[in-house]
């Protein structure tokens, strides 16, 4: 015979709320199996439909630049039920959890409940993925994919948008990210067509200087501080059309878009070309804010910028362009 839920209390004894609460999510050994989802934290969201993607999406575009807005919304449109339980980012590769992380944090933060959602992590034991400098070196010096450069020379040779071409060739020669050398080349356009561009481009020092604009080019750990480019490449650039993911994306997807491939092939180059691991640290901004400042200061800049120069002319006579 089973017991009722009064026998059952009655006989354990349960005097407080708390207790019959607590044993009133038990079930009873040898009928049931034990269920111990009343020591679980409490729900942080019931339902996707509660949650607010208008009002949210309004305030990321004001807040953060449109492409990495797009990527928070998106991201939250897609995994917000993981904010009651974010062990399940665990099953993604660094990078994407990362973003994934960022996302929900960045939600989490306009609903007024960060504080909760940052004590679950704790609790869920998850933590950042950070790949070091040493790694991101180690990787560099591990690349060895000419085919990278086989790409691009393709691409470049069959290309009859000059816009495209110079981008692609800009994102080799600066060996930034490709969303960074989207929002950079564009930049360059449209302060060419205000005549502006020495606001951006030092022509003394021949460098872009991307500092000057920290809400594009400063984002948590991903940061960009300078490009040693030439004054003729620049040039060429400011006569262009803004550009869009989009367009190369459309205009590429048949022949595949290995534009971040790019960025480790320049380092790799340059550093196999007379440059070392901190300095390349420095040009793809992997250092902290407050060493920058202090390398920029520094008369050797200008002495890394001939290096650079270098080892960016012999680069150019590995290509097409």
């Known amino acids: 015979m089973g017991y009722s839920r009064n026998t059952y209390e009655k006989n354990l004894n349960l005097s407080s709320k708390s207790e019959k609460k607590r044993a009133g999510s038990l079930a009873w050994i040898g009928h049931e199996q034990l269920d111990y ?33 797009k990527m928070i919304l998106r991201y939250v449109r897609t995994y917000i039920n993981y904010i009651d339980n974010p062990s399940m980012l665990e099953t993604f590769n660094c990078s ?21 959602f940052r004590k679950r992590i704790k609790a ?11 790694d991101a070196f180690f990787r560099i010096m591990s690349n060895s994919n000419n085919d990278v450069l086989k790409w691009y020379n393709k691409v470049i040779k069959i290309l009859d948008n000059n816009t495209l071409s110079l981008y692609l060739k800009f ?22 067509n205000k005549g502006r561009i020495n606001d951006y481009y ?8 991307h500092f000057k604009y920290p809400k594009l080019f400063f984002r ?9 480019i030439p004054k003729d490449l620049i040039m060429e650039i400011v006569k262009c059309k803004p550009i869009t993911y989009h ?13 971040n491939e790019l ?22 901004g992997r250092i902290s804010k407050s060493i920058f400042v202090r390398h920029y200061w520094s008369p050797a800049i200008k002495e890394l910028r001939h290096r650079v120069f270098k080892a960016l002319q012999e680069l150019k006579q590995t290509t097409l362009s």
């Open 37 to 69: 989802s009343w020591c679980k934290p409490p729900k942080l969201f019931i339902h996707r439909t509660d949650v607010d993607f208008n009002g949210f999406r309004e305030y990321v575009f004001k807040k953060y630049v449109d492409a990495y807005a």
């Open 263 to 284: 960025r480790d092939f320049y380092a790799t180059f340059i550093v196999r070309h007379g440059l070392i691991r901190e300095e390349v640290d420095l040009l793809q």
């Open 220 to 228: 948590n750990t991903k940061n960009v501080f300078i490009s040693m």
């Open 124 to 134: 869920y034991g998850v933590k950042w993925s950070r790949s070091s400098s040493i």
């Open 96 to 116: 994407k959890k990362n973003n994934v992380l960022k996302s929900l944090i960045a939600y989490s933060k306009y609903h007024g409940f960060y504080e909760e």
């Open 171 to 192: 994102a080799l020669m600066s060996g930034i990210r490709k969303s960074e050398a989207i929002n950079s080349f564009n930049v360059m356009v449209d302060l060419g």
């Open 247 to 259: 367009v190369i994306g459309k205009r590429l997807h048949r022949r595949g878009v290995r534009i």
């Open 202 to 209: 030092n022509e003394e020092i021949e460098i872009l200087e």
